[in-house]
């Protein structure tokens, strides 16, 4: 029996799964690892956590499953996007990864629009210079840590870094480097005159191919490490959300995808280049070659409601883990208990600052509306409200490009849930899918490995025959009129509140 390996690197874990070839799960295995904030505001991880997740993640699908090495045809990875990975001449990691929720770098991108030119930047980058991408990160290493700059050889993104320790090949691939802010996006290729008005060596960053090319092989020091065959072929992979674009066959003109991970994400494949002027929404690279990709992200989306469980919510984890349940399936019967807009209860998902739609790293998460009257349970509520009126408004820039779908199909850890998925409905008003096999950008890296190794012809057509869609649920008009009610004063929010988050992130 023929397999395919999927690699999804995660924000709080990396996840590996074992495919047959009609794209169904014989065996998965997830290690989760810390994220570190040095200071409010930061966020950086260890890439060695990566490579030792991986590798445990590897040795552990082919333990379950008792898969041949030899049977794998072919493994691809999926990625958590912008983070800076620096390694030595040695390809020695120099420090910590500075990932995509990082917004140390307001400094460094206000340095980059003045350099360029926020019209030019757009123009060849399709998107501004934004706390979360990598260019400012080089930027704020080099002007903040010149000795370890000096030592740089190499820049990597995450997923690319993995996939170093298991080939020995330095590479990225288009959709992932479309997150940088160095990449040309319409012409598919890093930018020479940015590279040279950023006073970047281009040396440093590797070369680029497509997601489904092949970027090496499995060196027999990776296979002794992870049990893999040595010789197997690795595919470039692609960024998370162009991956769960894959595994959700959201891979033509018209489709969507909606993901409540950490980020909350709406993804629409597009054929042509769409640009926001106002880049309040990111255009990339797909991972099919030669397409494009608009999508939005708030950085707080299930890293909200994650707060909130391990802040408020530890008598449902423990509850959770003595009846062997997910400690989200408890709190969802208590948000259901909570009438639509929380009584009165409002929650801005800012917690780590916000990219789309406000580009405002300054922001941050508040409770509007708090009284005496309200219980944990109306918090909970209004957290999970509060993130799906964020996704709504992305909706509506995308509706005023024209890129809107008819449907939505929902991925990530949300798209378990019931109650998201009735949410998502519901305030969005369309209807919302699934698909069958719900392990999205793992099966995305997957499918791409397959036609890296020639098992499929070419994703579309691989999509077609392995993505299955399962019945849409249908939204609600009342509820959605009691949602959009709650919603008009959500956008009132942060214009009012906009100068404060401004003078308070000056408070020492």
Not at 362 to 391: C, K, P, W
Request: glycine share 10%; hydrophobic share 40%; with cysteine.
């Amino acid at each position: 029996m023929e397999y395919l390996l999927g690699i999804d690197l995660g924000t709080s874990g990396t996840k590996t799964v074992l495919f047959d070839m009609n794209g169904s799960a014989v065996a998965s295995a997830t290690v989760e690892y810390p994220l570190h904030q040095p200071q409010n505001g930061w966020a950086e991880q260890d890439p060695l956590d990566w490579w030792e997740a991986a590798k445990t993640t590897i040795r552990q699908v082919l333990q379950k499953s008792r898969a041949n090495p030899e049977d794998i045809m072919g493994l691809g990875i999926s990625g958590q996007m912008h983070g800076l990975v620096l390694l030595d001449e040695n390809g020695d990691v120099l420090r910590p990864a500075i990932i995509w929720n990082d917004g140390r770098t307001s400094l460094e991108c206000a340095e980059i629009t003045q350099i360029i030119g926020y019209e030019r930047l757009i123009a060849i980058t399709a998107n501004p210079a934004l706390t979360g991408f990598t260019a400012g990160k080089i930027l704020w290493v080099r002007k903040n840590e010149p000795d370890i700059y000096k030592r740089a050889k190499h820049i990597l993104l995450p997923k690319d870094y993995v996939r170093y320790k298991l080939t020995g090949e330095y590479f990225s691939e288009m959709s992932d480097a479309s997150g940088t802010n160095l990449l040309d996006v319409p012409k598919r290729c890093w930018s020479d005159e940015i590279l040279t008005l950023l006073r970047i060596d281009k040396n440093l960053l590797p070369p680029l191919i497509e997601s489904s090319d092949r970027a090496g092989t499995v060196t027999p020091r990776a296979a002794k490490d992870t049990g893999l065959n040595a010789g197997t072929i690795v595919a470039a992979g692609a960024g998370d959300n162009a991956a769960a674009a894959v595994g959700t066959g959201v891979v033509k003109q018209g489709k969507a995808f909606i993901t409540i991970g950490t980020s909350g994400v709406i993804f629409a494949h597009s054929d042509t280049v769409q640009i926001d002027p106002a880049g309040r929404v990111h255009t990339f690279c797909a991972a099919v070659p030669g397409a494009y990709t608009v999508m939005s992200c708030s950085l707080a989306a299930g890293l909200s409601l994650k707060w909130f469980r391990d802040t408020f919510c530890l008598a449902e984890c423990e509850t959770a883990g003595q009846m062997g349940v997910d400690p989200y399936q408890l709190m969802d019967e208590e948000a259901k208990k909570v009438q639509i807009g929380a009584n009165r209860l409002l929650f801005l998902p800012y917690l780590m600052g916000e990219r789309s739609p406000l580009l405002d790293s300054n922001a941050r998460g508040a409770f509007i509306g708090l009284s005496a009257i309200h219980t944990r349970r109306d918090l909970l509520r209004a957290v999970m409200e509060g993130v799906m009126y964020s996704q709504k408004q992305n909706l509506d820039i995308l509706s005023g490009m024209r890129v809107l779908p008819d449907a939505m199909l929902a991925t990530g850890g949300g798209a378990k849930s019931t109650l998201w998925r009735e949410m998502i409905a519901d305030v969005l008003q369309m209807p919302v899918k699934t698909v069958a096999n719900t392990e999205g950008p793992a099966l995305g890296a997957a499918i791409l490995a397959g036609v890296a190794a020639g098992v499929y012809e070419d994703i579309p057509g691989a999509c077609e025959k392995i993505i299955r869609e399962n019945e849409p649920l249908t939204p609600d008009k009342k509820k959605g009129e009691a949602y959009h009610r709650v919603y008009e004063i959500y956008q009132s929010l942060y214009p009012a509140l906009k100068d404060t988050y401004r003078k308070l992130i000056a408070v020492t």
